[in-house]
């Protein structure tokens, strides 16, 4: 047995030797692919650019606002020219923040307001990374959090972000409260008891029907948690997922395509003293991924063998920390990603189409599948709605071209009865999505309220709710 780091470092060798495979002559086509071209910094409007994490979004708007406080805000938003549109860290993969007219800044609204017993009262643009320390300050934490915590608070409720662990709900079912400001400038604020609907509708609102402020969140104790990540077969994984969903707090795993491997993820609160994680390889993982799929992606054997004789005998890790500091992770290499979050009795089959056609028809693709459950909540657009989800998320490299999620992997999700991630590439629009959501129309009908005149309605939003 050896660690994930001896692996990956045996690996940087065994992938330059595995072209002699090929007679060193057979080179994957798209191994030393340039920088994808990227739009002018200026346009010639003399408009900067604003761009998404993965550089696929783009917009040039014409004004942006950065308030510093809320009532800044709602001057601004008076006289703003519409479309107006937040952004937070950009880190959603669809156009929901791109305008052409007026980009609304979150990042000048950050911090802890107050605290409401064990209830915390947070500005709407805090990234959730700097969350962990302000609540951990008294003791206190996020019940969950996502594989990333760049967001701001306001795009992870906004977009239904979600973390693992089948009795955790999304990040927006801890929501109590939201305090919002409409495109006219009109402050609201909303619970379970003052304009009960309107919370509802507000808890994942893709920014269509105010700018959020503020948000109270229920909390939890700090408490340690112990994360463990351990290798095995993907039908060893497959078989025991539902048993370990029921059994861990948190629980994950990844598919590695070409490889016939899973990588498991598991966190569980611990009393344990503090144990520090192995030094971040993540990066190095998809190194020698893509370099296998780069000199080996002519011979799925021959690549599945080289992957398991590389990665097969990767001793287990384990880290003990408070769950703020361990439940995300870094990830600094850009891809491009789709979403579905599926009923949990069609969620694995799902997963296995999913990997079928990858391997059969794309041999290009390298990044694991992230596979997790999430407990079910009562927010009208929460994708998890009604009940527990299963969701598979597929990726692929910034440099890799991406359509095939659209071509292979979302008919696969569709019937399977998947709900895409707001935030994640997905082509739904208008009526299928009303199929999907019971309380769309309801939705709808509090949105007109709030913005008559649809100023906060983009192109691509109103194309989401079939406004056009």
Known sequence: MVTRRKALTLSAAAIGGTALAGGGAVVFANRDKPEP??????????RMLWRNWSGIQNAYPAARLAPADEAALAEGLKVAQAPIRAVGAGHSFTALAATSATLVSLDGLSGLVRWEGDEAVVRAGTRLGALGPLLAQRGRAMANLPDINKQSLAGAIST????????????????????????????????????????????????????????RIRTTANRRVRRKVWVESLEDALAQAEDRWKTHRNFEFYVVPFTDLAANISHDETDDPVQAPPAGNDDALLEALKGLRNTLGWSTGLRKAAAKALLGGVAPETAVDEGWKLLSTERP?????????????????????????????????????????????????????????????????????YQFFFELIEPIFQRHGGRPHWGKLHSLRGQRLQALYPQWKDFLAIRR???????????????LFDLA
């Open 160 to 215: 239904g972000t979600h973390g693992a662990g089948q009795g955790l709900q999304a990040l927006h079912g801890d929501v109590t409260a939201l305090t919002l400001v409409t495109s006219t400038g009109e402050r609201i604020e909303c619970d379970r008891q003052r304009r009960p609907e309107l919370f509802q509708a507000a808890r994942v609102s893709l920014g269509s029907l105010g700018i959020l402020t503020e948000a």
């Open 37 to 46: 071209p990227a739009p002018a910094s200026v346009n010639v409007d003399g």
């Open 333 to 401: 290499v850009r891809f491009n990603e789709m979403e579905y979050h599926l009923p949990p009795e069609t969620h694995l089959q799902a997963l296995r189409e999913v990997l079928a056609v990858i391997e059969k028809q794309r041999k290009d693709v390298f990044f694991p599948i992230e596979v997790r459950r999430t407990a079910g909540d009562d927010a009208w657009l929460s994708p998890f709605q009604g009940g527990a989800r299963g969701s598979i998320a597929v990726h692929a490299w910034y440099k890799d071209e």
């Open 449 to 463: 309220e709030l913005d008559p005149e649809g100023r906060l309605l983009s192109p691509y939003m109103s194309g």
